[in-house]
T-cell receptor, first 118, second 112 residues
Framework: AQTVTQSQPEMSVQEAETVTLSCTYD???????LFWYKQPPSRQMILVIR??????QNATENRFSVNFQKAAKSFSLKISDSQLGDTAMYFC???????????????FGAGTRLAVHP | NAGVTQTPKFQVLKTGQSMTLQCAQD?????MSWYRQDPGMGLRLIHY???????DQGEVPNGYNVSRSTTEDFPLRLLSAAPSQTSVYFC???????????FGQGTRLTVV
């Protein structure tokens, strides 16, 4: 069974600085996706970034980038130039890739609550 | 451009009461699912469906019932509410094979 671990329950950062959120996972699969979701106080689940395991290049989306270390089973999220609107709960999630059949369920970590201070 | 719509957004139930959480999507997605979110545990899969008439259990199915008569709708039924079912519930949908899941706004349920 796959597991996802986020070891930092809470973090804080000053506005405009950089912060890195950690995530490790355990799986015997070779084909899968990894995700970071943001959950602001509105409760909405917002996809921040996605990484396909077969791609060696780290995904980036504007101020958000990941450090994907497949052998170490590590998937950290770096937020550059932090903004007040980045204040949220962040979830790391794993999804096994099925080529035919099978349900692509998400397995979530416990989350990291990030506070951005002015 | 509704996406995934959940109703209600908030609900308070008494122990033993039953209710149905509604979920509808307008993206013609084959896959739909229900997750619950609890502090310190992330989101966990309750039930899922890969198409109309097909449902299956997830990680934490006890106390919940689902059915899927149409592609658009996937209601979650609490048969006899218990305080342990106090949680935030999310409905999600995706295309077959995903990978991106689209979430509803969530329902905060309190059982007293």
């Amino acid at each position: 069974a796959q597991t996802v671990t986020q070891s930092q329950p809470e973090m804080s950062v000053q506005e405009a600085e950089t912060v890195t959120l950690s995530c490790t996972y355990d799986t015997s699969e070779s084909n899968y996706y990894l995700f970071w979701y943001k959950q602001p106080p509105s409760r909405q689940m917002i996809l921040v970034i996605r990484q396909e395991a077969y791609k060696q290049q780290n995904a980036t989306e504007n101020r958000f980038s990941v450090n994907f270390q497949k052998a170490a089973k590590s998937f950290s999220l770096k937020i550059s130039d932090s903004q007040l609107g980045d204040t949220a709960m962040y979830f790391c999630a794993f999804m096994k890739l099925y080529y035919s059949g099978g349900y692509n369920k998400l397995i979530f970590g416990a989350g990291t609550r990030l506070a951005v201070h002015p | 451009n509704a996406g995934v719509t959940q109703t209600p957004k908030f609900q308070v139930l008494k122990t033993g009461q039953s209710m149905t959480l509604q979920c509808a999507q307008d993206m013609n997605h084959e896959y739909m699912s229900w997750y619950r979110q609890d502090p310190g545990m992330g989101l966990r899969l309750i039930h899922y469906s890969v198409g109309a008439g097909i449902t299956d259990q997830g990680e934490v199915p006890n106390g919940y019932n689902v059915s899927r008569s149409t592609t658009e709708d996937f209601p979650l039924r609490l048969l006899s509410a218990a305080p342990s079912q106090t949680s935030v519930y999310f409905c999600a949908s995706s295309l077959q094979g995903g990978p991106e899941a689209f979430f509803g706004q969530g329902t905060r349920l309190t059982v007293v």
